[in-house]
């Protein structure tokens, strides 16, 4: 509830960044005027045909009133469209600062669980729809000021015929903002839970789409557990809206029970009066206007249990939205002078805060890597050989322990300045839905070196490729978004990664497991020209497939950890350690003559 | 009638009764999903018109009473006039939140119902982005349009708005029909005739000019929605592949992809809002056709009831109500009209939706049941067989003749491209053959039942998927795990030493291998592939298939996978896809692909003995595992 200020003000700052227009206040303004006047009219109408039937001239002013309040309505409906329609487009405006955030936070903080979550907000405040997020968030507030007006209205109305008569007007009200006080903390406690059901939803249904999942799907009875998985879903859900159903019933219910002994005691007193004297018309008014003040205050309470889960939602998003951005520390102008030495100081990494039982990816390591050295990482599953390249090249920053480039202390550069020396290959492979061209370059078609994409195109094997495609390195790739495009193979596609990296250049080629999909001669043309490719780079180069090792001036193996060996291939074979027992395990089956 | 217009109206009377067709479809839907849904819609609708009509009703005698000072009267129709308005809003109250989650359910279930879908239809439907791509705007659609279950409101409202048309021309017919009993100017106009032409007539022409308008609107809406859903799908993309997608904000950063993504994401984003922007406009039109029919009509219904009041046709007391009957004929009438419209546009997202529901598996040809095997008695042959993926012109597999003896281990190499992964895929019959047929124990695999065909493979494949269930239940590939065949096949695996990690930390089999955020959480690539290979273990196929079953494992790994795999194996005919040499050496035949031929085939030392193909990749590989003194290569 405290949020519900700070998200407010927030989404109005967000609001003016936008391109909607500045009067868009004028339309909310008119249209809880409009509200308003409808309000009066409505309950002014019925009281005052009776009385104005005696004559002609009464009746026309009557039928005056009519008119004014068919306009009224029909300036209502219309502006609520407007109102309506400003917060849609508030929406999918803010939609695109929000989708763009998670890229330009810390990859290191996007890549883990906090990550995850703030996408899955973010996603919730701009994403699910019209009745939730941010447009929710705007249009229950419009919904709760213009009933809260009327019902002010009614109340002034009301209490020109008995001021004293103002507590028990507002006492059915009364009770069912305490019932739903009572109950909105129990609702609210669940709004995680209705995140995470969201979230096991979508993945359920993404299951069913994922190009990947498809043979597994078939191959194994996946569609009998997804059955059983999506029931319990379901019946979770069940327990979830019917929990939160039953218990809104209860505020309401008291709203409309403790309004049966309001309205008879009302309808009383009012029945004397008339009996007294009080005219019809101010009876049919003062009915009008007290069964009004329920229906404005029932819509209040009714529009307050979605304004707090919309609070919910928007007040995880501003956390996500206000997070600093990826390039706001380190020092601005500062750039690493070519290439530089590269220095860990006893660095030691944990994916997960620290404390008594962290589980260290990477311990006390003390690595120097001198410039153009070209290192080969090896060393089991988990042994922390991406976490350390990651570390090397500015992506993740040390729990404990620095890292020096060229005797400076990584952290007081700037993230795009180290960014622009490094390019890389990782084992996950990234292709989107538009050209090869872009692709590769990573830039828009208007910035593409044409002279170097091709020489990147060759030196990555890809020519033959390229020369087969019908439209060349204009060809959309996937066919995500263009139903004639191309999808390459694994062996094509990793050549597509290098090539990115060997177009984009830099001081440092970081090369993950780069000939993983490729077959032993692609393999082979990729090691005689290694050195070539990584020229004048620093490179580290990870992979399974130790025959690679051979090209590095030096391998480092990590074990748990922490680095356990190091020096040439030459010298490490033959001090018969960890690294010569890997590279014999590997070796046997292309030395032995006999079949195994 | 000329032929043109001859073959328009079948086609009209045709698509009139695909639409009642599709109608009766998605009641017979909701029935199957949640019997008690429609009669409750039902009481829904007419309690929604007791709220409206109660009033209206019950207030007559309240103002009679009062007028003619009956105190009696007004004093209980007044009581009852409240006690039952209040009633009626509370049972409203209850049943409208009921509704919601029973219209929750219905929509879970649907929703269930048509993800399953996609995942029972065949192999080649799930790669082929039209199908997909006819999922996709079927499912937006009913995010966009709503569904079923405000479908069934809708149809009941259409339903409500008729029976309040009933009702309101029924009370109105009174009010017109009345006879004046005074004289003057006024009496002219309050003669039924002249009263009920007047109406009528005002009632016919606001309906048809708002008809005509709302006909031109509504093609506009519909053209508007159709580019809409293709804007929509192309920026879902962006969004839940690109922007949301785990694991690649690394890259986006270093290589400064965040300017030629944002721009592309605001060419779409300025396509939606620029269509939103147009709708609003029609929206707006529609607004103005309604409100300005029912400012006329509500205009026209205090007249006509005020001047049958003014010359005594009817008491003083009736005129809220006859007033506010007369309203409600116009503002049922538009309303039903608005529904009509509305539920017609809908048909054909609902058609799409219903067309794919009714698919089939084209793969499902076979009824001839095929038995697990314990002996893994499996002969598969290949006579012939081409293949060319569907929307390709190349052949992809080429005249292939091959039998694969049974319990043995095949290795299938070539370089990329090749078609190795092809082979495989025709041999689990993902795909059928374009020409030349797959037998199975001399029987074509087309005759068996699809099904049970699929249960003999226990494959790994390259890009394999674990899903966000615990390890156990992605091993199982049931909720309900026969605890100790999972521990074996883990433990055959390799996969023992993290499972005792597992235990430690507390959840052992019962952790979860990925969250529903995306992404598997704390296993590394090879532990991810010894669960793969597990997950193969378990389904007992008689036919092994590993494609690139150590890529992701370091040495040890792989020699520890090497070493058990006799374990892995037994007596199960392998096929061996790989593009590491080493895990020739495990197999008894080798068989060399080549641009879709079968170029060599044999087994190791003949095939390095013959210097073709397999020897040039040996080679290349050996090479450098080779030191000073080994000797690799057969002699000779």
Same mark, same amino acid.
């Given at each position: 509830?405290?949020?519900?200020?700070?998200?407010f003000?927030?989404?109005?700052?967000?609001?003016?960044?936008?391109?909607?227009?500045?009067?868009?206040?004028?339309?909310?303004?008119?249209?809880?005027?409009s509200?308003?006047?409808?309000?009066?009219?409505?309950?002014?109408?019925?009281?005052?045909?009776?009385?104005?039937?005696?004559?002609f001239?009464?009746?026309?002013?009557?039928?005056?009133?009519?008119?004014?309040?068919?306009?009224?309505?029909?300036?209502?409906n219309?502006?609520?469209?407007?109102?309506?329609?400003?917060?849609?487009?508030?929406?999918?405006?803010?939609?695109?600062?929000?989708?763009m955030?998670?890229?330009?936070?810390?990859?290191?903080?996007?890549?883990?669980?906090?990550?995850?979550?703030?996408?899955?907000?973010?996603?919730a405040?701009v994403?699910?729809?019209?009745?939730?997020?941010?447009?929710?968030?705007?249009?229950?507030?419009?919904?709760?000021?213009?009933?809260?007006?009327?019902?002010?209205?009614?109340?002034?109305?009301?209490?020109?015929?008995?001021?004293?008569?103002?507590?028990?007007?507002?006492?059915?009200?009364?009770?069912?903002?305490?019932?739903?006080?009572?109950?909105?903390?129990?609702?609210?406690?669940?709004?995680?839970?209705?995140?995470?059901?969201?979230?096991?939803?979508?993945?359920?249904?993404?299951?069913?789409?994922?190009?990947?999942?498809?043979?597994?799907? &078939?191959?194994?009875?996946?569609?009998?557990?997804?059955?059983?998985?999506?029931?319990?879903?379901?019946k979770?859900?069940?327990?979830?809206?019917?929990g939160?159903?039953?218990?809104?019933?209860?505020?309401?219910?008291?709203?409309?029970?403790?309004?049966?002994?309001?309205d *008879?005691?009302?309808?009383?007193?009012?029945?004397?009066? *008339?009996?007294?004297?009080?005219?019809?018309?101010?009876?049919?008014?003062?009915?009008?206007?007290?069964?009004?003040?329920?229906?404005?205050?029932?819509?209040?309470?009714?529009?307050?249990?979605?304004?707090?889960?919309?609070?919910?939602?928007?007040?995880?998003?501003?956390?996500?939205?206000?997070?600093?951005?990826?390039?706001?520390?380190?020092?601005?102008?500062?750039?690493?002078?070519?290439?530089?030495?590269?220095?860990?100081?006893?660095?030691?990494?944990?994916?997960?805060?620290?404390?008594?039982?962290?589980?260290?990816?990477?311990?006390?390591?003390?690595?120097?890597?001198?410039?153009?050295?070209?290192?080969?990482l090896?060393?089991?599953?988990?042994?922390?050989?991406?976490t350390?390249?990651?570390?090397?090249?500015?992506i993740?920053?040390?729990?404990?322990g620095?890292?020096?480039y060229?005797?400076?202390?990584?952290?007081?550069?700037?993230?795009?300045?180290?960014?622009?020396?490094?390019?890389?290959?990782?084992?996950?492979?990234?292709?989107?839905?538009?050209?090869?061209?872009?692709?590769?370059?990573?830039?828009?078609?208007?910035?593409?070196?044409?002279? &170097?994409?091709?020489?990147?195109?060759?030196?990555?094997?890809?020519?033959?490729?390229?020369?087969?495609?019908?439209?060349?390195?204009?060809?959309?790739?996937?066919?995500?978004?263009?139903?004639?495009?191309?999808?390459?193979?694994?062996?094509?596609?990793?050549?597509?990664?290098?090539?990115r990296?060997?177009?984009?250049?830099?001081?440092?080629?970081i090369?993950?497991?780069?000939?993983?999909?490729?077959d032993?001669?692609?393999?082979?043309?990729?090691?005689?020209?290694?050195?070539?490719?990584?020229?004048?780079?620093?490179?580290v180069?990870?992979?399974h497939?130790?025959?690679?090792?051979?090209?590095?001036?030096?391998? *480092?193996?990590?074990?748990?950890?922490?680095?356990?060996?190091?020096?040439?291939?030459?010298?490490?074979?033959?001090?018969?350690?960890?690294?010569?027992?890997?590279?014999?395990?590997?070796?046997?089956y292309?030395?032995?003559?006999?079949?195994? | 009638?000329?032929?043109?217009?001859?073959?328009?109206?079948?086609?009209?009377?045709?698509?009139?009764?695909?639409?009642?067709?599709?109608?009766?479809?998605?009641?017979?839907?909701?029935?199957?999903?949640?019997?008690?849904?429609?009669?409750?819609?039902?009481?829904?609708?007419?309690?929604?018109?007791?709220?409206?009509?109660?009033?209206?009703?019950?207030?007559?005698?309240?103002?009679?009473?009062?007028?003619?000072?009956n105190?009696?009267k007004?004093?209980?129709?007044?009581?009852?006039?409240?006690?039952?308005?209040?009633?009626?809003?509370?049972?409203?109250?209850?049943?409208?939140?009921?509704?919601?989650?029973?219209?929750?359910?219905?929509?879970?279930?649907?929703?269930?119902?048509?993800?399953?879908?996609?995942?029972?239809?065949?192999?080649?439907?799930?790669?082929?982005n039209?199908?997909?791509?006819?999922?996709?705007?079927a499912?937006?659609?009913?995010?966009?349009?709503?569904?079923?279950?405000?479908?069934i409101?809708?149809?009941?409202?259409?339903l409500?708005?008729l029976?309040?048309?009933?009702?309101?021309?029924?009370?109105?017919?009174?009010?017109?029909?009345?006879?004046?009993?005074?004289?003057?100017?006024?009496?002219?106009?309050?003669?039924?005739?002249?009263?009920?032409?007047?109406?009528?007539?005002?009632?016919?022409?606001?309906?048809?000019?708002?008809?005509?308008?709302?006909?031109?609107?509504a093609?506009?809406?519909k053209?508007?929605?159709?580019?809409?859903?293709?804007?929509?799908?192309?920026?879902?993309?962006?969004?839940?592949?690109?922007?949301l997608?785990?694991?690649?904000?690394?890259?986006?950063?270093?290589?400064?992809?965040?300017?030629?993504?944002?721009?592309?994401?605001?060419?779409?984003?300025?396509?939606?809002?620029?269509?939103?922007?147009?709708?609003?406009?029609?929206?707006?039109?529609?607004?103005?056709?309604?409100?300005?029919s029912?400012?006329?009509?509500?205009?026209?219904?205090?007249?006509?009831?005020?001047?049958?009041?003014?010359?005594?046709?009817?008491?003083?007391?009736?005129?809220?109500?006859?007033?506010?009957?007369?309203?409600?004929?116009?503002?049922?009438?538009?309303?039903?009209?608005?529904?009509?419209?509305?539920?017609?546009?809908?048909?054909?997202?609902?058609q799409?939706?219903?067309?794919?529901?009714?698919?089939?598996?084209?793969?499902?040809?076979?009824?001839?049941?095929?038995?697990?095997?314990?002996?893994?008695?499996?002969?598969?042959?290949?006579?012939?067989?081409?293949?060319?993926?569907?929307?390709?012109?190349?052949?992809?597999?080429?005249?292939?003749?091959?039998?694969l003896?049974?319990?043995?281990?095949?290795?299938? *190499?070539?370089?990329?491209?090749?078609?190795?992964?092809?082979?495989?895929?025709?041999?689990?019959?993902?795909?059928?053959?374009?020409?030349?047929?797959?037998?199975?124990?001399?029987?074509?695999?087309?005759?068996?039942?699809?099904?049970?065909?699929?249960?003999?493979?226990?494959?790994?494949?390259?890009?394999?998927?674990?899903?966000?269930?615990?390890?156990?239940?992605?091993?199982?590939?049931?909720?309900?795990?026969?605890?100790?065949?999972?521990?074996?096949?883990?433990?055959?695996?390799?996969?023992?030493?993290?499972?005792?990690?597992?235990?430690?930390?507390?959840?052992?089999?019962?952790?979860?291998v990925?969250?529903?955020?995306?992404?598997?959480?704390?296993?590394?690539?090879?532990?991810?592939?010894?669960?793969?290979?597990a997950?193969?273990?378990y389904?007992?196929?008689?036919?092994?298939?590993?494609?690139?079953?150590?890529?992701a494992?370091?040495?040890?790994?792989?020699?520890?996978?090497?070493?058990?795999?006799?374990?892995?194996?037994?007596?199960?005919?392998?096929?061996?896809?790989?593009?590491?040499?080493?895990?020739?050496?495990?197999?008894?035949?080798?068989?060399?692909?080549?641009?879709?031929?079968?170029?060599?085939?044999?087994?190791?030392?003949?095939?390095l003995?013959?210097?073709?193909?397999?020897?040039?990749?040996?080679?290349?590989?050996?090479?450098?595992?080779?030191?000073?003194?080994?000797?690799?290569?057969v002699?000779?």
């Amino acid at each position: 509830m405290k949020h519900l200020w700070k998200n407010f003000t927030f989404l109005c700052g967000e609001w003016r960044k936008l391109p909607i227009k500045k009067t868009a206040w004028l339309y909310f303004f008119l249209y809880f005027l409009s509200g308003g006047v409808v309000a009066v009219l409505t309950v002014l109408v019925p009281s005052q045909a009776v009385v104005s039937l005696q004559n002609f001239e009464t009746f026309l002013p009557f039928l005056g009133l009519v008119a004014a309040l068919g306009l009224a309505l029909f300036l209502q409906n219309i502006l609520q469209n407007e109102t309506y329609m400003l917060s849609f487009l508030f929406r999918l405006l803010e939609a695109y600062p929000a989708a763009m955030k998670p890229m330009l936070l810390p990859a290191e903080q996007m890549e883990g669980p906090k990550g995850k979550e703030q996408r899955n907000y973010i996603s919730a405040a701009v994403y699910w729809g019209n009745e939730l997020g941010v447009e929710g968030f705007m249009t229950n507030i419009r919904d709760i000021v213009a009933n809260l007006i009327n019902t002010l209205i009614y109340i002034l109305l009301s209490a020109r015929l008995e001021w004293k008569w103002l507590p028990l007007i507002l006492l059915p009200a009364v009770g069912q903002g305490i019932m739903s006080l009572i109950f909105m903390k129990q609702i609210n406690e669940k709004n995680q839970e209705r995140q995470n059901l969201w979230a096991e939803g979508h993945y359920m249904q993404s299951i069913a789409l994922k190009n990947e999942a498809a043979k597994d799907v &078939r191959l194994y009875p996946i569609v009998d557990i997804f059955k059983k998985k999506y029931l319990d879903l379901r019946k979770r859900w069940h327990v979830y809206v019917s929990g939160k159903q039953y218990r809104l019933f209860a505020a309401d219910a008291s709203f409309w029970l403790l309004s049966i002994a309001r309205d *008879v005691i009302v309808f009383i007193v009012l029945f004397r009066r *008339v009996q007294a004297g009080m005219p019809v018309s101010d009876f049919v008014l003062y009915m009008g206007v007290i069964l009004g003040i329920s229906a404005y205050v029932s819509g209040i309470f009714n529009k307050i249990a979605l304004l707090f889960q919309n609070n919910f939602v928007v007040t995880h998003f501003r956390e996500a939205m206000q997070q600093p951005e990826y390039d706001q520390t380190g020092t601005p102008g500062l750039v690493p002078q070519g290439l530089g030495t590269i220095r860990f100081e006893n660095v030691s990494y944990s994916y997960s805060s620290e404390n008594e039982n962290t589980k260290w990816a990477l311990k006390n390591i003390n690595l120097t890597i001198k410039p153009g050295e070209k290192i080969a990482l090896v060393g089991e599953n988990g042994a922390g050989k991406t976490t350390l390249v990651k570390l090397a090249t500015g992506i993740f920053t040390p729990t404990r322990g620095e890292i020096y480039y060229d005797g400076i202390n990584v952290k007081e550069f700037k993230p795009t300045e180290l960014y622009k020396k490094v390019a890389m290959v990782f084992q996950n492979m990234t292709i989107i839905a538009t050209t090869l061209a872009e692709n590769i370059t990573c830039q828009p078609e208007s910035e593409i070196d044409y002279e &170097r994409l091709n020489w990147a195109i060759e030196k990555a094997g890809l020519s033959e490729v390229v020369a087969r495609l019908s439209e060349g390195v204009h060809s959309q790739l996937t066919t995500y978004l263009h139903k004639d495009g191309v999808n390459l193979s694994g062996g094509e596609n990793q050549r597509l990664m290098l090539a990115r990296a060997l177009y984009k250049g830099g001081d440092i080629l970081i090369l993950d497991e780069p000939t993983a999909a490729l077959d032993p001669l692609a393999e082979a043309a990729l090691y005689e020209r290694y050195h070539e490719l990584a020229e004048n780079q620093t490179a580290v180069f990870i992979s399974h497939r130790l025959s690679s090792t051979q090209f590095c001036d030096r391998v *480092v193996f990590l074990k748990e950890g922490e680095i356990v060996e190091t020096g040439t291939h030459a010298s490490l074979m033959e001090a018969k350690g960890a690294y010569q027992h890997m590279f014999q395990e590997q070796a046997k089956y292309y030395q032995t003559e006999a079949a195994l | 009638m000329s032929q043109a217009e001859k073959v328009n109206k079948a086609s009209k009377k045709d698509e009139r009764k695909k639409a009642w067709q599709t109608l009766l479809w998605v009641l017979r839907e909701v029935h199957t999903l949640k019997r008690s849904y429609t009669p409750l819609v039902l009481i829904n609708t007419l309690l929604n018109l007791a709220t409206i009509y109660v009033p209206i009703l019950l207030i007559a005698p309240v103002l009679e009473g009062f007028i003619s000072k009956n105190w009696q009267k007004a004093w209980t129709w007044g009581l009852t006039l409240v006690g039952l308005s209040i009633a009626l809003n509370l049972l409203k109250d209850f049943l409208s939140r009921y509704l919601k989650i029973q219209g929750s359910d219905l929509h879970e279930a649907f929703s269930a119902k048509i993800h399953e879908k996609p995942m029972t239809l065949d192999y080649p439907s799930s790669q082929d982005n039209d199908a997909k791509n006819a999922f996709q705007r079927a499912f937006q659609s009913m995010n966009y349009e709503g569904y079923f279950n405000e479908f069934i409101g809708q149809l009941f409202t259409l339903l409500g708005d008729l029976l309040s048309l009933i009702t309101s021309v029924s009370l109105s017919a009174v009010l017109l029909l009345s006879s004046p009993k005074t004289e003057g100017w006024l009496s002219v106009i309050a003669q039924p005739w002249l009263a009920t032409t007047v109406t009528v007539g005002l009632v016919v022409l606001l309906s048809l000019l708002t008809k005509k308008s709302n006909d031109q609107l509504a093609i506009q809406r519909k053209r508007y929605h159709d580019e809409h859903i293709t804007v929509e799908t192309d920026l879902n993309y962006i969004v839940m592949q690109v922007l949301l997608s785990h694991g690649n904000y690394a890259l986006y950063q270093v290589y400064n992809m965040i300017p030629m993504i944002a721009a592309w994401y605001k060419e779409k984003s300025k396509a939606l809002t620029d269509f939103l922007l147009k709708a609003n406009i029609i929206i707006k039109r529609e607004i103005l056709n309604k409100d300005v029919s029912g400012f006329v009509f509500t205009l026209m219904a205090w007249f006509v009831a005020g001047v049958k009041v003014m010359t005594n046709a009817v008491p003083l007391a009736m005129v809220v109500t006859y007033a506010n009957s007369l309203i409600q004929v116009s503002k049922s009438w538009l309303s039903f009209s608005e529904n009509l419209a509305t539920i017609t546009r809908r048909v054909p997202y609902y058609q799409d939706i219903q067309n794919y529901m009714a698919k089939e598996n084209a793969l499902e040809t076979g009824t001839i049941p095929v038995e697990k095997r314990r002996d893994h008695e499996v002969l598969l042959t290949m006579e012939n067989v081409s293949f060319k993926y569907p929307g390709s012109d190349k052949w992809a597999l080429r005249n292939v003749n091959v039998t694969l003896d049974m319990k043995k281990r095949h290795a299938v *190499v070539g370089l990329n491209g090749a078609g190795k992964t092809t082979f495989v895929l025709l041999l689990c019959r993902l795909y059928d053959p374009t020409e030349g047929r797959i037998l199975l124990n001399g029987v074509d695999i087309r005759k068996y039942n699809y099904q049970e065909y699929l249960r003999l493979f226990s494959a790994v494949f390259q890009d394999f998927q674990l899903f966000a269930f615990p390890v156990a239940e992605n091993v199982a590939c049931d909720v309900d795990y026969d605890e100790a065949r999972v521990r074996a096949c883990l433990e055959m695996a390799g996969f023992s030493e993290r499972l005792a990690e597992l235990e430690e930390e507390g959840k052992g089999l019962e952790t979860e291998v990925a969250s529903f955020l995306g992404g598997v959480m704390h296993f590394s690539g090879g532990e991810q592939q010894k669960m793969a290979i597990a997950r193969a273990l378990y389904n007992q196929g008689s036919v092994m298939i590993l494609d690139e079953p150590t890529a992701a494992l370091d040495p040890i790994s792989e020699a520890d996978i090497y070493a058990h795999l006799n374990e892995i194996i037994e007596e199960k005919t392998t096929v061996f896809i790989s593009h590491r040499m080493s895990s020739c050496r495990f197999c008894s035949d080798i068989i060399v692909f080549n641009e879709g031929e079968i170029v060599e085939r044999g087994e190791h030392n003949s095939l390095l003995a013959q210097g073709g193909l397999y020897a040039e990749m040996w080679a290349a590989q050996a090479k450098y595992y080779l030191e000073q003194g080994h000797v690799s290569l057969v002699e000779g």
